[in-house]
């Protein structure tokens, strides 16, 4: 089925591991993000992409890298984790069109806890 | 900066009753506005969006809202409410005039449907 994959769905880390949350697009969008959501704090900006090549930073960049290096793939890594990491992770992709933004497609979401 | 507030984070109707869920928003350029829903462990599912054009928009689900210029608001509603329709909502803001494609997310309404 098309649509945002995200892996792993759940991850423990120990405090300083590093690691890559997985995000693949099959629609050939050209817009990717990386929200995480907190309880209370709704959906924050992390990176961001607006084609291959071309990424930027969010809202909460500090702690995480992120690369395209194709359309489909969009890989969240974490430097050295820490707790305040702790956090579900949602990966989206959207595209324009001659009515404007569409609106982004989720991902199911990768449930991280740095312990 | 834009930003959105959502103004109840639990909100509690009995079925059938009328779903108003508010939305207020501040940009600084006409906005792209968008109304997300998600229910438990799941992404966000898009419900509707405003680009520009009328300014009623209807969605999935039955959901429509109505964006306000002077009262910079976006509410979202439903005008009777099913038990299915229990899931968190979340408001989102883009004023980014080339893609939309950062959006500024509310720190969401939890929707409960009572018997």
């Known amino acids: 089925n098309a649509g945002v994959t995200q892996t792993p769905k759940f991850q423990v880390l120990k405090t300083g591991q590093s690691m890559t949350l997985q995000c693949a697009q099959d629609?050939?969008?050209?817009?990717m993000s990386w929200y995480r959501q907190d309880p209370g704090m709704g959906l924050r900006l992390i990176h961001y992409?607006?084609?291959?090549?071309?990424?930027d930073q969010g809202e909460v960049p500090n702690g995480y890298n992120v690369s395209r290096s194709t359309t489909e793939d969009f890989p969240l890594r974490l430097l050295s984790a820490a707790p305040s990491q702790t956090s579900v992770y949602f990966c989206a992709s959207s595209y324009a069109a001659r009515g404007g933004f569409y609106g982004y497609t989720f991902g199911s979401g990768t449930r991280l806890t740095v312990v | 900066a834009q930003s959105v507030t959502q103004l109840g984070s639990h909100v509690s109707v009995s079925e059938g009753a009328l779903v108003l869920l508010r939305c207020n928003y501040s940009s600084s350029v006409p906005p792209y506005l968008f109304w997300y829903v998600q229910y438990p462990n799941q992404g966000l599912q898009l419900l509707l969006k405003y680009t520009t054009g009328a300014t009623l928009v209807k969605g999935i689900n039955g959901f429509e809202a109505e964006f306000k210029k002077s009262e910079t608001s976006f509410h979202l509603t439903k005008p009777s409410a099913h038990m299915s329709d229990a899931a968190e909502y979340f408001c989102a803001v883009s004023d980014d005039p080339g893609t939309a494609s950062k959006l500024t997310f509310g720190t969401g309404t939890r929707l409960q449907v009572t018997l």
């Open positions: 992409s607006v084609g291959a090549g071309i990424t």
């Open positions: 629609m050939n969008h050209e817009y």
